[in-house]
């Protein structure tokens, strides 16, 4: 049977050809619709003279405004710095011990043993968390322990920062056991039988998954901001430390941040005197004979533990800890430099981009630093403290604050825009982080930058000051009710070196807030030109941001 061919081989060409003209023309990205830029929309405080009521009843609501900031201010009074009930041990060692307040309903005793570095920053502290973590992991796997201490281990929380390590154990095993739980990871060699080749490839996969979560550019950003010299930005995620990581290099780093701490270890209970000797007869036993010779020590009751006062003898002090002395060298944290030399303030108006082809969203960060003042002028440090955490929670404090409201509630540029007030013993800056759509980026950066200028040229009202008071006050306020809180707010006080007296004068100078001091305020945290850096599609959102900030120069960086 003959197959039929087909007489119109052209219609089929010219058919085909028209086909694949339409998928071409409907593979074409659309044009962007670019959003508008707006001038910055604040919230109001005030509440209407007259309002009526479901019952038809005129209620004078300013009335009731008022008498209800009047019960607030009573209210929220001053929160007393509580100091723990503290014995030092040895020159680099202090145990504390906070009063009982607090009702414990797990049965669970919690030991946070942290360490800290005042005058210079911890070096590399992200290696060896990393390495304390493998460490962690291998012990799980590697080593058989009774039920109780597999919780323990299981518990282990491990944090750090530029100025601080901090482990926090929480189980039912006995005061003592725990701190011998954590001061194993310190023991000399501690680190010396760990998979290096893991910690190395967590480390390098950590920076590929930070250009997802964000700190890919809070990394770029902050070497803008305080320099590619900064002390800050030399410790951490430093390639070259890295990729030269062994047992040699992990093992010294580990050695010369043990001597270089001042250790705390807060304690809930102290420990009996027998559990103690136990320990420190058993100190260079095997860990394994320490917690089992621990664990057949008799406890004291929970009612008379949580009455008593530690004292010396219930405390564990590590050998190398009694015998080491500290290693205190300073630095010079009053001289913040970047990396071509000049003045932390920023001069010029530049906009930075990490290019990011192809994505859908925005990243913006936009930071002020604020003058560097010697640590022997304690009253500018504190002064700048207080100016940056106030601004930062009128602007950026969540739903109450003023870009929230704006570019979010009001405009839907984003969902979420932040502020914060990094308060460091060598830096100190306030910055503005969110992310927002491709098509919203420019009107997004310029309303950030907007409300920036208008804090400083127009008054804030007495009421939106009022709500700023009751959020600082009455955040301070929870955080001391919890020893967590009470624990971090005692270290952050050691590190800045601060009193008291400091606690008192930053209430004090909270509660007398008025509309001009504010102005003042901003005029200060925003003395010079932000540092703008962005994560984005550059080659879609440029056009945009010279549209909206003709004047700022907008330049691609490499992350």
Known sequence: MLIQQNKHPKLIIISSMIMLALMTLGCQHSPIHFTEAQAPNIPSFDVPKNHTSASNTSTDLSQLLAATQQ??????????????HTITLTKQFNAHQWPSSEVNDSGLNRLYLIGISAQQPITHPDILVEAFKQKLEEMANTTAYSPQMASCLSSIKIRASLHSVGMTIECSATDQQLQQQLWQFWQ????????????????KLNKHIGAFTGSEIDTTFRQQLLGQQHPYNLNVRNE?????????????LHNKIRQQLQWHLFIPSPITSAAHGVAQSSLNSPLDSQLNSLSNSTSTSSANKQNAVITSSDIFVPTWLATTQPNLTEVQPNIIINSTGSATKQSTQTILIIDAKDTVQTQARVGFVLAKPDLVNTTNHNQNSTDCKTIAALLGRSYSGRLFYDLRETRGLTYGIYGRCVDAPLSQYLYFYGSTSLENSGAFLKGIIDHTQLLKEQAAKQTEINAVITYLMGKQQLASDHKYGKESRYINNLLLGRTASF?????????????????????????GNPVIVLRGDADKIIPDLNEKLPHWQVITISP
């Open 503 to 527: 606690e008192q004068l930053q209430h004090e100078t909270l509660n007398s807030l008025t509309p001009k001091a504010i102005t003042t305020m901003a005029n200060h945290v925003f003395e």
């Open 71 to 84: 019960a607030q201010s009573k209210a929220i009074k001053p929160v007393a710095y509580q100091l723990p």
């Open 188 to 203: 000399k060699g501690a680190l010396s039988d760990i998979n290096i080749a893991t910690v190395k490839r967590n480390l």
């Open 240 to 252: 070259s430390a890295i990729n030269e990581l062994d047992n040699t290099t992990l093992q010294t």
